[in-house]
């Protein structure tokens, strides 16, 4: 089957998986807001320890910048990661697999894990300029960031959640082997943040997040079939 | 590859003799610390090399679904690892000669940290997979997932932020700033340690084909 109706069917299938994701999380709530509890707590120490006049004037934008994307990293790995894991606990990995393909099931949870990281970032950035006096010059540029850097780190955490969903220690493993591949991607964000902060728009760092964006997520397609075999 | 080994011995003793007997030391560095050039660079060269040769037996393993290219791939990441860290040894002797520090989170210096992660995540993620088929594909997965990354995280991530670290070969001005007894000197290096390690993993290789049919043999 190819053309428009194909195309619709690949997006409804999709968005079907993203819905489900969704229904099963507010079902029972309890991960959503775990992820949610620790954003507070990470922002609340981290406001508690530097406060809004702790760090020097010179260091703020830069300081700030990275302090934001590691409260924003770590809140996504508690959650992003339960993807794929989720299936493999509650059984149903197998009934999905018979109902849907490697890549309607990663387009799906990829959606779903970019929605939840523009939730988290929605409420966690807005806390974080009024507990730090952080000014952002260029709000624009700055959700220009938010935005690529949640896409990348959405679709990378759920292909590797597929990876890590049937091994040992997956909780630990994830973390070991989501870090080296999305450092590439945490550094030029930080850079677009602190320039964003200071009212200009970082063009190199953006065209670095939106090159690692298309190369990760062609990846992804490309190898989701091969993730997603029993 | 029985040539190969044959040459390589004179090959590498002639490099090594050279690289502290011929070329003068480099302007701008102190004392005879630019002669790291002839070890460092080929090691790092070598490093992401053979994770690019994983990823590529990787897909010929997705592909055929021979066990022979997986073991290959993880031999190659084996290797890899070791140059890596060879990398950092290096760099780091390099980096208290110049900057005073052996590590001083330097973009480039941290770049080969995080590839030594990378190799090591691949090893990990194997070693906490049972069933032999599914640890093939995982592993196989990941490198490629990984080797379309890497550039990312060895050629774009420590030319974006500012760096210590000196000019590399690959430069915006698309040139090689060395005079010719260490350009010689300096790409016959490359070639020893590609020669290196392509003797190395023939080796390794083999010797984890022949545990696997001695394995299937009982």
């Given at each position: 089957?190819?053309?428009?109706?194909?195309?619709?069917?690949?997006?409804?299938?999709?968005?079907?998986v993203?819905?489900?994701?969704?229904?099963?999380?507010?079902?029972?709530?309890?991960?959503?807001?775990?992820i949610?509890?620790?954003?507070?707590?990470?922002?609340?120490?981290?406001?508690?320890?530097?406060?809004?006049?702790?760090?020097?004037?010179?260091?703020?934008?830069?300081?700030?910048?990275?302090?934001?994307?590691?409260?924003?990293?770590?809140s996504?790995?508690?959650?992003?990661?339960r993807a794929?894991?989720r299936?493999?606990?509650?059984?149903?990995?197998?009934?999905?697999?018979?109902?849907?393909?490697?890549?309607?099931?990663?387009?799906?949870?990829?959606?779903?894990?970019?929605?939840?990281?523009?939730?988290?970032?929605?409420?966690?950035?807005?806390?974080?300029?009024?507990?730090?006096?952080?000014?952002?010059?260029?709000?624009?540029?700055?959700?220009?960031?938010?935005?690529?850097?949640?896409?990348?780190?959405?679709?990378?955490?759920?292909?590797?959640?597929?990876?890590?969903?049937?091994?040992?220690?997956?909780?630990?493993?994830?973390?070991?082997?989501?870090?080296?591949?999305?450092?590439?991607?945490?550094?030029?964000?930080?850079?677009?943040?602190?320039?964003?902060?200071?009212?200009?728009?970082?063009?190199?760092?953006?065209?670095?997040?939106?090159?690692?964006?298309?190369?990760?997520?062609?990846?992804?397609?490309?190898?989701?079939?091969?993730?997603?075999?029993? | 590859?029985?040539?190969?080994?044959?040459?390589?011995?004179?090959?590498?003793?002639?490099?090594?003799?050279?690289?502290?007997?011929?070329?003068?030391?480099?302007?701008?560095?102190?004392?005879?610390?630019?002669r790291?050039?002839?070890?460092?660079?080929?090691?790092?060269?070598?490093a992401?090399?053979?994770f690019?040769v994983?990823?590529?037996?990787?897909?010929?393993?997705?592909?055929?679904?021979?066990?022979?290219?997986?073991?290959v791939?993880?031999?190659?990441?084996?290797?890899?690892?070791?140059f890596?860290?060879?990398?950092?040894?290096?760099?780091?002797?390099?980096a208290?000669?110049m900057?005073?520090?052996?590590?001083?989170?330097?973009?480039?210096?941290?770049?080969?940290?995080?590839?030594?992660f990378?190799?090591?995540?691949?090893?990990?993620?194997?070693?906490?997979?049972?069933?032999?088929?599914?640890?093939?594909?995982?592993?196989?997965?990941?490198?490629?997932?990984?080797?379309?990354?890497?550039?990312?995280?060895?050629?774009?991530a420590?030319?974006?932020?500012?760096?210590?670290h000196?000019?590399?070969?690959?430069?915006?001005?698309?040139?090689?700033?060395?005079?010719?007894?260490?350009?010689?000197?300096?790409?016959?290096?490359?070639?020893?340690?590609?020669?290196?390690?392509?003797?190395?993993?023939?080796?390794e290789?083999?010797?984890?084909?022949?545990?696997?049919?001695?394995?299937q043999?009982?």
């Open positions: 089957m190819t053309g428009p109706r194909a195309r619709l069917g690949f997006f409804s299938r999709a968005w079907a993203c819905a489900k994701d969704a229904a099963q999380e507010l079902r029972r709530r309890v991960a959503i807001a775990s949610f509890f620790f954003a507070a707590t990470a922002l609340a120490l981290v406001s508690y320890a530097v406060g809004p006049f702790g760090l020097p004037p010179e260091a703020r934008s830069s300081l700030d910048a990275s302090l934001l994307w590691i409260i924003l990293f770590f996504a790995a508690t959650g992003l990661p794929f894991v299936e493999e606990e509650t059984g149903t990995g197998l009934g999905l697999r018979k109902v849907a393909s490697g890549v309607v099931v990663l387009a799906g949870k990829g959606l779903f894990n970019f929605l939840l990281f523009l939730a988290i970032a929605a409420l966690s950035v807005p806390a974080f300029a009024v507990l730090l006096e952080w000014r952002v010059a260029s709000p624009v540029a700055l959700a220009a960031v938010v935005l690529l850097g949640g896409w990348g780190l959405s679709i990378v955490s759920t292909f590797l959640s597929a990876l890590v969903a049937r091994a040992g220690q997956r909780n630990v493993l994830f973390l070991v082997v989501s870090f080296p591949l999305l450092v590439p991607l945490l550094l030029p964000a930080i850079a677009a943040t602190i320039q964003a902060s200071e009212g200009a728009v970082a063009q190199t760092p953006l065209r670095v997040l939106a090159a690692y964006d298309g190369a990760a997520t062609c990846a992804a397609y490309l190898l989701a079939a091969v993730v997603w075999e029993d | 590859m029985k040539y190969l080994k044959l040459l390589l011995l004179p090959w590498m003793a002639a490099v090594v003799a050279a690289s502290f007997l011929w070329p003068e030391p480099a302007k701008g560095f102190l004392g005879e610390s630019s790291i050039v002839f070890f460092h660079v080929p090691c790092a060269w070598t992401a090399l053979a690019l994983a990823a590529g037996y990787s897909v010929g393993w997705l592909v055929a679904r021979n066990p022979r290219f997986d073991e791939a993880e031999t190659a990441v084996r290797l890899g690892l070791l890596a860290v060879l990398t950092l040894l290096t760099g780091s002797l390099f208290k000669i900057w005073g520090s052996y590590w001083n989170w330097d973009p480039r210096e941290s770049s080969y940290l995080l590839l030594v990378l190799y090591s995540a691949y090893l990990f993620l194997r070693a906490a997979v049972d069933d032999r088929e599914r640890r093939a594909r995982i592993g196989s997965a990941y490198a490629v997932f990984a080797a379309v990354l890497m550039p990312f995280l060895v050629f774009v420590p030319r974006v932020t500012a760096s210590l000196p000019q590399t070969v690959i430069n915006p001005q698309g040139k090689i700033l060395m005079d010719a007894p260490t350009k010689t000197v300096f790409f016959a290096a490359l070639a020893g340690f590609t020669g290196l390690f392509f003797w190395m993993l023939e080796i290789s083999r010797l984890a084909r022949l545990t696997r049919e001695r394995r043999t009982g």
